[in-house]
């Protein structure tokens, strides 16, 4: 195993507080990790280091699914991850999310490790405790929704603002409340996710992510489970999340028209390595990779 | 072959008394298979090794092994260095252990047919494994096994008169005893006959509105 950057000055602290690594002061040296493989202007590779993946290696058996990957993604910032399937962008989404645990190297976010912590100056593999502070800090949404279907869309977004963040019925039910108003379904509070639509019930599991009020939205494909016809509507949703917060996302998407109008930097993947990365601007519509001028004509 | 209405009559008494205890054992031994069941369930699931193998073991020893020994060793042998009980309670623990055998595979089948997309929402929005636990795999998980738990409750009540080898005597039982004194063999099982049915049907039917209960969703 590749061992993470180990400088004291680095060390993940409990509280989010400004480490070097994430201070603006240090983000010319942090960029330059994302700027490895970017081209052209950097101008998501400012302000706070939110997320920096050093060195992370997956594989499933022999297949290497991420490769030695590093990068960086800046608060705030809307980073898309397109490419072809198998290329690796799920596997990142799922690895933040940790619902899968990298084989190698390091994940930090807010510049604390997200499953190892440090012990007598070790970076051992961190406890349930440690994962879960880290983990409050992300929010995901899935391809097939996985609403609870056991719960009405109100309890779907109450019970971990409950369970997790402390938060009284009432208040939890209040902030529901906000959340389905924005989301465009007030009236669906008492139903089942199964008497949904499915872009109803996507709706309702983004705003069952934000109602835990993360500061980053990992967005997997969210869009491709549905019809057609009720896709606009969630990107509309998200476009607008996108633009009225600032949370930092991270999505997966094929959607590539959604990626140009929400992305401040769009990376692209192609077997377990990011190819390249750029403005959306840049990436459509003057790639420095044939492979992705390919790739961007098969899916345009 | 005659029916005697006075022979009826004259096995009534006996004839509640049983019904009383099938349907004690029944109830009582329900009650142990599907909570013990679970608990078999999840301690299968369990990240201890040493939870986690010596549970199979026993469940998978208890399953193999016949509910008559069973109730032997509960009411002759248990006592030797524990407590003795009853013969209606013994009779109703070994029923429930024995059946719980059978439901742990019930619930693990079901706790099994939760999408792993539920895990790994719950992971997500970060919650406990207790309260995933609790909130979200068993809801669904027993309300899509509730069928084939009520198929272990009927065959739980068919088996109940065995317990009436260690004296606890059940409807069957009281027949038994009833025609070896009288000699008067066809009334009294036919009427514990069709007990069987009544108390089965019903059952069967409580079974299904708790299932039709249970779909909310």
Redesign the interface.
Known sequence: MSTPDNNPADTPSKTPSKTPSNTPGNAPDAARTAVGTATGDTPWATGEEIIRFQDVTKRYGRQVVLDDLCFSVYAGKHVTLIGPSGSGKTTILRLL???IKADEGSIRVEGDYLTHEERNGKLVPAGERHI?EV??K???V?Q?F??????TVMRNLT??PV??LGLSRDEAEQRARELLEMVDLTEMSAK???QLSGGQQQRVAIA??LA?RPRILLLDEVTSALDPELVAGVLDLLRDIAHHTDITMLTVTHEMNFARDISDCVMMFDHGKILEAATPEKLFNDPEHTRTREFLNAVL | MNWDWEVVEEFLPRFWDGVLVTCQALLGGTLIAFTLGLVWALAQRSNLVWVRWPVNAVTEFIRNTPLLVQLFFLFYVVPEWGPSMSPLATGVIGLGIHYSTYTAEVYRAGIDGVPRGQWEAATALNLSTAVTWRSVILPQAIRRVVPALGNYVVAMLKDSPMIAIIGALDMLGEARFFSAETFQYVEPITLVGIAFIVIAYPASLLIRALERRLATY
Do not use: C, W
Request: proline share 7%; net charge positive; no cysteine.
């Open positions: 999310m940790t619902l879960r983990r409050k992300i929010g995901m899935f097939q996985n609403l609870f279907p056991n719960m019970e971990a369970r997790v089942y996710p199964s069952r992510a835990m």
